[in-house]
């Protein structure tokens, strides 16, 4: 393969590899996360592409993205199965024979037999790599990536199209490697400031002498029941990045109060978690039409059963009565979506698991269920706290799925949690 | 623009138009939208391209996918700001002036008007079309459309990247205009088949004699805790194509047996409630380690709420005792990750919510807490039924990640309720 370009080309392309894409059997995740992984880095990103399990197209893609860039990520195409072509496509494209990497063989076969599988030939393919090329471990799979520089000034890194993996590889090996080997001469430093309770279109307006400037950059991004704003710095060192920060930082905090929920990774979940840890105090919840989400976010944080009791999903009037002690006329007459049953839900749950806090929620999720008084969308909040017990309700759009109403549900009592206990204790 | 192989190109390219997209910002659902109703119009569809709004970095896209495709579909790039550059980049490209579209400008000063706004010299611009090009209108938006063949053997045809506005341009104009142009004979018809308790590769072995089969063709996919396979026939007709799969999908499911566990939009929690419909049985559940996980996976299906009672989450064993009547002396002698712990919390659910099924789990889902009898990953599960009380356990690797050691507890605890149920009574 040849380039007249080599010296010139400074930056990175992403090549997504799977028929699934072509044929939109999946939403393409890893290309945004990737984007925006890459941005963070101040890495200039020019390209996306997609193709399929197709070695003739695939060569292709690889031979034209080698002319046009000097890092292409690639992701898909690294299993077991014969669909699986990423590392021979590239093999082929520059003349490179495949070798068996016997450590990662090794490591394959434990990972299987561990799980009483036995490695088939189809997983020994995965150990084969080009001559040359570097492996990027996968913590969380059996399919490795590379990295491997086949040409001047051109290197490729792989990785498998399972998100989970992907993102673990990425954070333990390509990023340190593309911050040192990158070719930013700066380095950029980004810190992330998450906001609850606000819409993506409010807060740009509140900040909006703030979105143009130049260094720190400010970018904002919306998703379900949250946006993040990731402010980034261009500097020569950290402590430089930190110094143009910090005053940013601070004028946006200022400006938007107790909407700003956390920073970096942090998670309502995670924010609430700490809280009560600083306090030592418990948190129980009593939850309807949440299911069981709202419990399972608590949870997925490390430690939270230093701090979190336990939960009820009562499902049923029964139940709600028989565990909770709210009173069954009190449903009769209110209807369980009700402010009366949730701020009920809430005390019973308090008092019988002992805690300090707690979330009761109760709501209409759909797509049944809903009338013109109690709406699809309808939910009904309660916190029980040290000084008393507050209720809520929200109406969420009836357009919205069932699932996304579970999870915006999750996300405002989280919150609500969060101003309860920070303005009210 | 000059192309030796016009005669011979027969497919369809996705070019997508934005900068936001190339920062991650947005996620690209427009690709994923279009690339499976181009499956469903039986297109060919071999690559999907982002750029960002750069004049010269786009004109080479579009050089680049005039010369590999018959038909290119674009989003992005026809607003009316100064970076909407796509209508000015393809008459560049093609060599042709562009000329204001009277009945359009009138179109679009009238939409403003409705709304109140002025017609800016920037909404000017989405008047202007190439010569020769017709209109796609755009009933939900200001921003139109066109198709046109700027050369022999290629056709473009642009939409704006607003979801709402492109796909009521696809559906109006669009798609009418490919299923008489769009070249092909065929339709294409898929089904997709889902497996649970079974590796990708393990289930590829299984079935390597089928997977390199033409028409229908199979296509593996793995995620977390599940595989599917999508199987894809071109036909005359959809009853053709039904003729086509049927005999594959029943030798399939001869051979894996109760690993498939369901078709098309079924889940694992989506079987299980179908179950207990079909049978008026009730559910109870009891989980530790998923914490609310796997309640909230039945919950999320619509109806769950007429076979499943309810969940408790016992995150404490003060908890499990009280609310599930295991023994204290049970616990302290076992642990609560036990096998005799975790049939005694299925037995205490089914009995205190008196249900006819319930499943308990109990496990160590990191990333603290493991020892080297239980180490991270060790989950216990138990079902209780109408004919007694099964428990199991699973070693999911300790490697994985806090998150994913609940989802896969969550997707397997579905696996085994539905096959105790499928075999147990």
């Known amino acids: 393969m040849e380039s007249s370009k080599v010296h010139s080309k400074n930056n990175v392309e992403i090549l997504c590899i799977g028929t699934e894409l072509l044929l939109g059997n999946i939403i393409n ?78 490591e394959i076969q434990f990972k299987l037999n561990r799980k009483g599988h036995l490695t088939t030939s189809n997983n020994r393919k995965q150990a084969q790599i080009p001559i040359g090329a570097k492996v990027i471990p996968n913590p969380n799979g059996t399919a490795p990536g590379i990295i491997w520089s086949p040409i001047p000034g051109f290197t490729v890194l792989t990785f498998p199209g399972v998100p989970s993996e992907m993102k673990r590889m990425w954070k333990d090996t390509a990023a340190p490697w593309l911050r040192k080997n990158g070719g930013s001469k700066n380095i950029f430093h980004s810190k992330i400031l998450r906001f609850a309770g606000v819409r993506e279109s409010a807060l740009a307006e509140q900040i909006k002498d703030l979105l143009y400037q130049k260094n720190p950059t400010i970018a904002p991004y919306a998703y379900l029941g949250e946006v993040k704003l990731r402010l980034t710095a261009c500097a020569a060192s950290i402590k430089e990045a930190h110094e143009l920060l910090h005053p940013l930082e601070r004028d946006l905090k200022t400006r938007t109060g107790l909407l700003c929920y956390g920073s970096n990774e942090d998670t309502l979940a995670s924010v609430v978690i700490n809280l009560l840890h600083q306090r030592n105090e418990f948190l129980a919840i009593a939850e309807s039409c949440t299911g069981g989400g709202l419990s399972a976010a608590i949870t997925a944080i490390p430690n939270a059963s230093k701090v979190f009791k336990g939960g009820l999903i009562t499902y049923s009037n029964e139940m709600k009565n028989t565990y909770l002690g709210v009173p069954n006329d009190l449903m009769q007459k209110h209807g369980s979506v009700s402010k009366e049953v949730v701020i009920a839900m809430a005390q019973g749950a308090k008092q019988k698991l002992q805690t300090d806090w707690s979330i009761a929620v109760s709501g209409i999720a759909g797509p049944g269920g809903g009338s013109t008084t109690k709406p699809v969308g309808l939910v ?31 996300m405002h009592a989280l919150n609500l949690l969060r101003l309860q206990m920070i303005c009210r204790s």
């Open 380 to 410: 009904h909040f309660a916190i029980a706290g040290p000084s008393g017990c507050s209720s809520f309700h929200e109406n969420f759009s009836p357009y919205r799925s069932r699932v996304d109403i579970q999870k915006l549900s999750v």
């Open 29 to 106: 995740s890893n290309s945004q996360w990737l984007a925006e992984e890459l941005a963070g880095l101040g890495l200039n990103h020019y390209k996306q592409t997609v193709v399929g399990d197709n070695l003739t197209r695939l060569k292709k893609s690889i031979i034209e993205s080698a002319d046009r860039c000097k890092i292409l990520i690639t992701t898909g195409g690294l299993g077991p199965t014969p669909d699986d072509i990423t590392t021979e496509a590239l093999a082929q494209v520059f003349n490179t024979p495949l070798k068996e990497d016997k450590k990662l063989l090794e």
